[in-house]
C-alpha cells in the first residue's frame, strides 16, 4: 500500500524535509507504509550534492536551500506541483538507475494524460518537450523547454524527495538560476503550452499513472 498525502497552501521547504527524513526512517524501519507526497511551496532555490555556485545567478532572490538530494539548483514556487516520492527501493529492485527511470517514465506518462509529448535526452536531467513553434537554436535544432525536473536521495534503500512539474508556476523566477546547469534551452509549464488544467488535473493524472509504472495498489488521498 502506498499512502497518498496532499497537503494544500505553501509547505515551508525545512519543514517538508524534515517529513521526508522522519517517514523515510520509519518506512525502513517498518514503521510506515510508502508514501507520494504532494505540495506546492513558496518561492526558493535548492542545491543539489552537484550544484555549482556560479549556477545561482541571482543568489539574493529567494531563500537558498542546501539539500543533498542528486542533482544541481532547482526552483520551486506556486503554481508547480512537487511529488516526494518515499519508497522503499530496496524491495523494488535495489536498482537506482531503474528507479530514475521509473520516475521519468512516470512524468511522461502524467503528460501524455493531457496530450504532452514528454521525453528525455541524454545529458539533461528531467523532461522535456519539444517547442517547434519557437526558434531554433544556432545550430538548427528545434528549441526544448524544460518542464519537470527529478532528484532523488536515498537513506536504507529508501527515497526522498522526487520530481516536480511546471502547470503554472512563474516562469521568470527561474531566472535566477541556471536549471540543473543546463544552458540553450528554456522551461516551460502545462498553462505556458496553452492547456487550460489546474493542480488538481495534474494530481488525478499522477495517481492515475502511478500504478502502471510502479505497480501495487494505493490508499485513499490524506488532505493535511
Not at 84 to 96: A, E, I, M, S
Not at 103 to 114: C, D, G, M, N, R
Amino acid at each position: 500500500m502506498v499512502e497518498w498525502i496532499v497537503t494544500p497552501g505553501l509547505t515551508p521547504y525545512p519543514e517538508a524535509v524534515a517529513w521526508m527524513e522522519a517517514r523515510a526512517t520509519a518506512i525502513a524501519e517498518g514503521r510506515a507504509e510508502e508514501a507520494v507526497w504532494l505540495v506546492e511551496h513558496p518561492p526558493l532555490y535548492t542545491a543539489g550534492t552537484s550544484a555549482k555556485p556560479a549556477d545561482l545567478t541571482d543568489p539574493d532572490r529567494f531563500d537558498v536551500f542546501e539539500t543533498r538530494r542528486g542533482g544541481q539548483y532547482t526552483y520551486h514556487g506556486p503554481g508547480q506541483r512537487v511529488v516526494y516520492v518515499l519508497l522503499d527501493v530496496g524491495k523494488r529492485g535495489r536498482d537506482v538507475r531503474a528507479f530514475v527511470q521509473q520516475l521519468e517514465q512516470w512524468v511522461i506518462a502524467t503528460l501524455a494524460e493531457f496530450n504532452v509529448t514528454g521525453e528525455i535526452r541524454d545529458g539533461r536531467v528531467g523532461v522535456w518537450v519539444t517547442r517547434p513553434e519557437k526558434p531554433p537554436l544556432p545550430d538548427g535544432a528545434p528549441r526544448e523547454d524544460k518542464i519537470a525536473a527529478i532528484g532523488i536521495r536515498l537513506r536504507k534503500w529508501v527515497s526522498f524527495h522526487g520530481l516536480s512539474i511546471n502547470v503554472d508556476p512563474d516562469l521568470g523566477h527561474f531566472d535566477g538560476i541556471v536549471p540543473c546547469g543546463i544552458t540553450g534551452h528554456g522551461v516551460t509549464s502545462l498553462i505556458d503550452l496553452g492547456l487550460l488544467v489546474d493542480m488538481g488535473d495534474v494530481d488525478v493524472a499522477l495517481r492515475r499513472t502511478f500504478a502502471d509504472v510502479f505497480g501495487g495498489a494505493d490508499d485513499a488521498a490524506d488532505d493535511s
